[in-house]
């Protein structure tokens, strides 16, 4: 079992920057891997960002925020992060914390465990 908890939301302006957190519990977390989706108002949850188990040696990004976007992990941590910048009004949505053992991709399903999501708001 593994419990996420995501934080570092809140409303910020376009342009702005904003990075997320999300603490995991238990001892095996370097053998998940970790991505970072987000849902917008009435749309479905989205792919942004993921990142491979162990030293997080690989990483993937939805088209719409690479070259903005960076996920990193910190084992010793047990966290995983998603720094943000030059938002814009359309990164606004619940972000959500996501692990898959020994796995990481693009693809929802294949996630075990989910945080409760952090809220994200981007004005223009």
């Known amino acids: 079992q593994v419990l996420l908890v995501e934080s570092g939301g809140g409303s910020v302006q376009s342009g702005d920057s904003l990075r997320l957190s999300c603490a995991a519990s238990g001892r095996t977390f370097s053998s998940y891997g970790m991505a970072w989706f987000r849902q917008a108002p009435g749309k479905e949850r989205a792919f942004v960002a993921a990142?491979?188990?162990?030293?997080?040696?690989?990483?993937t990004y939805a088209d719409s925020v690479k070259g903005r976007f960076t996920i990193s992990r910190d084992n010793a941590e047990n966290t995983v992060y998603l720094q943000m910048s030059s938002l814009k009004p359309e990164d606004t949505g619940v972000y959500y914390c996501?692990?898959?053992?020994?796995?990481?991709?693009?693809?929802?399903?294949?996630?075990?465990?989910w945080g409760q999501g952090t809220q994200v708001t981007v004005s223009s």
């Open positions: 990142i491979k188990w162990g030293t997080g040696g690989g990483t």
């Open positions: 996501a692990a898959a053992w020994l796995y990481y991709s693009p693809l929802r399903q294949r996630y075990d465990y």
